[in-house]
């Protein structure tokens, strides 16, 4: 199922305003009791090989409202090339919610809104690409304390124009 770029980012503003007012709202909260909420983590990712490199980096922050749930935003860059082959950059960012069921077991959503550029050698008789991504995972995993590892699920997932190469995908998230 493919989802119109437009759309999709107004889904992404709406659901960032909602979030905002919904802090903003609970004003009496002192500015040091909001930040003692707050979680930061991410993601960093370094692989390279026989003329490959890929380099990510996904900053994240989450804000925990109880011990129950927590909503968050990340935003993530990719640089990938192969040696004669293709060079891409992907720049993005996300929205996220965690629930934790029991202090153990969290399941997770995570809206992902990614801009793809590749570029291929003139040689390979491929047209270069620029392009929107969506995908939209849901997920469980096992948690302890500020590390959880689990599996996630696109449920938007396009074998074609993915930067994942399947639909399924492992993941370790740690906020600190």
């Known amino acids: 199922m493919k989802v119109p770029c437009y759309y999709t980012i107004k889904l992404l503003v709406l659901f960032i305003f909602t ?12 500015r040091s009791q909001f930040w003692q909420q707050v979680r930061f983590g991410g993601g960093i990712s ?14 994240s922050a989450i804000y925990e409202f109880n011990d129950k749930i927590a909503f968050g935003v990340g935003l993530s860059g990719s640089y990938n090339s192969l040696k004669n082959n293709y060079t891409s ?5 996300s929205v996220l919610s965690l629930f934790n069921v029991i202090r153990e077991i ?17 040689g390979l008789g491929f047209a270069d690409e620029n392009y929107w991504y969506p995908a939209l995972f849901l997920g469980g995993g096992f ?3 500020n590390v959880t590892f689990g599996i996630r ?23 600190f």
Do not use: H, K, M
């Not at 370094?46 to 900053?59: E, I, K, Q």
């Not at 950059?89 to 960012?93: A, E, H, R």
């Open 19 to 30: 979030i905002c007012f919904y802090i903003s709202s609970n004003a009496q909260e002192t």
């Open 46 to 59: 370094l692989s390279f090989g026989d003329g490959f490199f890929s380099g990510t980096l996904a900053p």
């Open 89 to 93: 950059t992907i720049f993005g960012g």
């Open 106 to 122: 969290q399941i997770s959503s995570e809206f992902e809104l990614l801009n793809v550029n590749r570029n291929y050698d003139s």
């Open 143 to 145: 948690r302890s304390n």
């Open 153 to 175: 699920y696109d449920v938007l997932y396009d074998i074609d124009r993915s930067i994942y190469a399947n639909a399924w995908a492992p993941f370790v998230r740690v906020y």
